[in-house]
């Protein structure tokens, strides 16, 4: 009973030196230790399945040790895993360093793509534009040559109806001329033979006068004559 307890005294003190040895190692390996990088995970994402990551998982055994694995062989594993995993990572990076720089050179292009489409589509309306406003102007421009022309036409429809107007209202002022000058020389001619009739009829009362006078002179005459001789 007595060598029981001396060996588990022994047991004891060799167990509690070997735990400060494993707890400075760990302390150790604290320090060395570079954290395992865990990918972000994205809700609704599916897991991405490292093959390489998977198998070691898979193929992985640890060591046993009096109070369950070796940590070293733990802690190794661990490295290695972390190691397996900052590679993934690693390569993920580059990965999307090169995606990033794809897209930037597919935006680029894309963008210079789109500002040569808005240069050629700028062009074609000034284009277009400069073709509407010569047609307008050419369509203007016919518009007052025929709005020019049409003035000139009925400018001179209107002299040629005022020259006309002008022509047969001197025709009848003329005419109206005649019309007054026989009017006149008729009314004249009335009252010429009016006049001429008048003094017909005043020379045949002065004949008539004359020959009574001479009548009465006759008998005068012959009255003194009576006279004397008697």
Do not use: W
């Not at 001396?6 to 400075?24: F, I, K, P, W």
């Not at 994205?42 to 040790?65: C, H, Q, R, W």
């Not at 109206?176 to 009252?191: F, T």
């Amino acid at each position: 009973m007595m060598k029981k307890t001396q060996s588990a005294r022994r047991g004891g003190r060799s167990g509690g030196r070997l735990d400060m040895e494993m707890q400075e190692k760990e302390k150790q390996d604290a320090v060395e230790y570079t954290p395992l990088e865990v990918p972000e995970v994205v809700p609704g994402v599916t897991a991405v399945d490292y093959p390489e990551i998977s198998d070691f998982l898979k193929n992985m055994k640890l060591k046993g040790s009096l109070f369950g694995f070796q940590k070293e062989d733990v802690y190794e594993k661990m490295q290695k895993l972390n190691g397996m995993y900052q590679a993934r990572a690693q390569q993920m990076r580059d990965q999307a360093r090169g995606q990033l720089k794809q897209m930037k050179k597919q935006n680029q292009e894309e963008a210079e793509e789109l500002r040569q489409r808005l240069e050629k589509e700028k062009l074609e309306f000034q284009a277009g534009l400069e073709e509407e406003q010569k047609q307008l102007r050419e369509a203007l421009e016919k518009e007052r040559s025929e709005a020019k022309e049409q003035l000139e036409k009925e400018r001179s429809e209107m002299k040629a109806q005022l020259e006309k107007e002008r022509e047969e209202a001197a025709r009848q002022l003329e005419q109206a001329r005649v019309e007054i000058r026989r009017e006149m020389e008729a009314q004249l001619h009335a009252e010429a033979e009016k006049r001429d009739r008048e003094l017909a009829m005043v020379r045949e009362e002065m004949d008539r006068l004359i020959e009574r006078l001479h009548m009465l002179k006759n008998k005068v005459k012959a009255a003194a004559g009576e006279e004397q001789a008697g």
